[in-house]
């Protein structure tokens, strides 16, 4: 029986250790239940530390924006802790101003709940529900963009036009764990029923790529929203909209909307970039609102129309574009703002134009999903 | 047969003359990636330390009191390994604890002290030595405490060196390990004064 000494010498050594192992994790990562205060004690929750602050409110239904999932990439899970929680990380300086750090503003997805806590958080996310909607409709409306519609199966949403919600999207191949990304809605207000978003594919994207080979209509998915702070300004000033390709999308929900509630007395521009005429959409559908609603002004434009398609909208890049309607076009003596959405890439060169145009950067408007 | 070395000229050998990375050059990865940033070479030269002083013990009592009665001494390179990686695990757990910003900073290289080489080198040497239990501490505290020295003065030559003309060839790995073999002969240069075996 001499073989199995060394076996069971090395069984033994190796199960004390794990034992100690578990005995360390049990006691050291047992913070025990704690409590987090939110705006000063309006409401008190209870619940075991040791997640991070952001799954640990989302367990109790309240729901921080995370527009990258939660791997601190995005710096939207911003909130203010008023006790004190440590220093800040070097994964969450980066996403801070000094102001932001001054008041201790923290990144909810990296700060770990380890004891009581007061936050504050906008009384807006008190108003953020998760859904569980099935896939009513999902439709090609370009070769690389879909429209989906999901029902939220009697469940109502009240929102602004130009907020987000949170796609939840299962494991699946490869990936592991659920993740999640923001998509704007480009549903009206009023359609409370139902959420409409744009989802264009992105070679290689988690989301986009489960939406594209995935997603079938009748399948149920979980959607968390609305989030954002993306809306029309409650100014008379004319607004300049520019988007591109699935940036349609919070514009879609803005023009309809204030279309419906006769919001019509404001002069509106909405510039539409894309490159050929595959990848333009809604054209019928907003060169009809253009002809219905006197100061609604569309000009779409492609950078590279093909020969002999009929292209007759505008040609060249959406910037030149904007920037010849800007000097030309829209009367700059009237006060005017920006509204943005699309690429990172497409914001930081729209933010030149307008700015170089006189349009102050507080009054340019934009999400960032990055 | 225990060596007859005094534990106090012991730990000044580990420390300078025997110095564990520039007399054995044990431990060079972590030493040369961690080594551009004070604050974190502090920090892991800390965690080595405490590492090393704590598996060296644990691993001596397995080696006197498990593998040399058992006649199983083959089995020390395992032993040794599932010990460090064991206390490695359980010393992470307690820094995020503890300090989460030393955690946030010691990073990946927390977990890799499981593979630096010093450590598994330490007790290799208090076995192949035959140290008693008092010089093998003295010894693994002594070579945790020359790493940490090491570390943090090839931090602060490299604060240097930021500003330094050196040719384009030789910047980064180039130039570090050069001044890692002139630091490594100024250390030898003690060894007149003390040796240990």
């Given at each position: 029986m001499d073989f199995l000494i060394a076996p069971v010498v090395v069984a033994v050594i190796a199960g004390v250790l794990a034992a100690a192992i578990s005995i360390v994790d049990k006691i050291v990562n047992n913070y025990g239940p704690v409590n987090i205060s939110i705006n000063g004690g309006e409401k008190i929750v209870t619940l075991n530390g040791g997640e991070s602050l952001l799954s640990s409110l989302a367990s109790q239904e309240i729901f921080i924006p995370s527009a990258c999932g939660g791997r601190g990439s995005c710096g939207a899970g911003k909130c203010q802790v008023t006790s004190d929680v440590g220093v800040h990380l070097p994964t969450e300086l980066p996403y801070l101003s000094k102001e932001e750090i001054e008041?201790?503003?923290?990144l909810s997805c990296q700060v770990k709940v380890k004891t009581d806590i007061d936050i504050?958080?906008?009384?807006?996310?008190?108003?953020?529900k998760k859904f569980k909607s099935t896939v009513k409709s999902?439709?090609?409306?370009?070769?690389?963009?879909?429209?989906?519609?999901?029902?939220?199966?009697?469940?109502?949403?009240?929102?602004?036009?130009?907020?987000?919600?949170?796609?939840?999207?299962?494991?699946?191949d490869k990936i592991k764990g659920t993740t999640q990304r923001a998509y704007s809605m480009s549903s009206k207000p009023g359609d409370k029923?139902?959420?409409?978003?744009?989802?264009?594919?992105?070679?290689?994207?988690?989301?986009?790529t489960w939406v594209h080979t995935?997603?079938?209509?009748?399948?149920?998915?979980?959607?968390?929203?609305?989030?954002?702070?993306?809306?029309?300004?409650?100014?008379?000033?004319?607004?300049?909209?520019?988007?591109?390709?699935?940036?349609?999308?919070?514009?879609?929900?803005?023009?309809?909307?204030?279309?419906?509630?006769?919001e019509t007395d404001r002069d509106v521009w909405y510039f539409f970039g894309a490159r050929t005429t595959k990848d333009v959409f809604y054209m019928k559908e907003i060169m009809e609102l253009d002809g219905k609603w006197e100061k609604f002004h569309f000009i779409p434009a492609l950078s590279e129309p093909e020969e002999g398609s009929g292209w007759t909208g505008e040609t060249g890049i959406i910037t030149d574009v904007l920037d010849n309607y800007l000097k030309t076009k829209i009367n700059s003596e009237k006060a005017r703002e920006g509204y943005l959405c699309g690429s990172p890439g497409m914001i930081g060169a729209c933010n030149k134009v307008l700015t170089a145009n006189?349009?102050?950067?507080?009054?340019?408007?934009?999400d960032n999903f990055a | 047969m225990v060596p007859d070395l005094n534990p106090v000229v012991l730990l000044f050998a580990s420390i300078f003359t025997s110095n564990i990375l520039l007399a054995n050059f044990l431990g060079m990865c972590s030493f040369i990636s961690i080594s551009k940033d004070m604050k974190s070479s502090n920090g892991l030269g800390l965690a080595v330390t405490v590492v090393l002083t704590l598996t060296a013990m644990l691993n001596w009592v397995l080696l006197q009191y498990v593998l040399i009665p058992l006649d199983l001494l083959y089995l020390r390179y395992i032993i040794f390994i599932i010990v460090i990686a064991a206390t490695v695990q359980i010393l992470e757990m307690v820094i995020d604890r503890v300090s989460p910003a030393l955690y946030m900073s010691l990073g990946i290289f927390l977990p890799l002290i499981t593979v630096n080489c010093a450590i598994l080198g330490v007790a290799l040497f208090m076995q192949i030595r035959n140290y008693s239990f008092i010089q093998t501490v003295v010894f693994a505290f002594g070579s945790g405490l020359g790493w940490w020295l090491a570390i943090v003065t090839l931090a602060a030559i490299q604060k240097k060196l930021v500003k330094a003309p050196v040719p384009a060839g030789l910047k980064g790995p180039g130039i570090t390990l050069i001044t890692i073999g002139f630091m490594a002969m100024a250390f030898i240069g003690f060894s007149g004064m003390l040796s240990v075996q």
């Open positions: 008041k201790n503003i923290r504050m958080i906008p009384e807006d996310l008190f108003n953020v999902i439709r090609d409306v370009t070769h690389d963009i879909k429209e989906v519609i999901f029902d939220l199966q009697g469940e109502e949403i009240n929102f602004q036009a130009g907020r987000y919600v949170q796609l939840v999207v299962p494991p699946y029923g139902v959420i409409e978003v744009l989802i264009r594919l992105v070679p290689g994207g988690i989301a986009t995935r997603l079938k209509e009748g399948m149920e998915v979980e959607l968390i929203g609305p989030f954002g702070d993306f809306e029309r300004s409650e100014t008379d000033a004319a607004m300049v909209c520019v988007a591109g390709g699935s940036g349609m999308a919070p514009f879609k929900s803005i023009l309809y909307d204030m279309f419906e509630k006769g006189g349009i102050h950067l507080d009054k340019i408007y934009y | -």
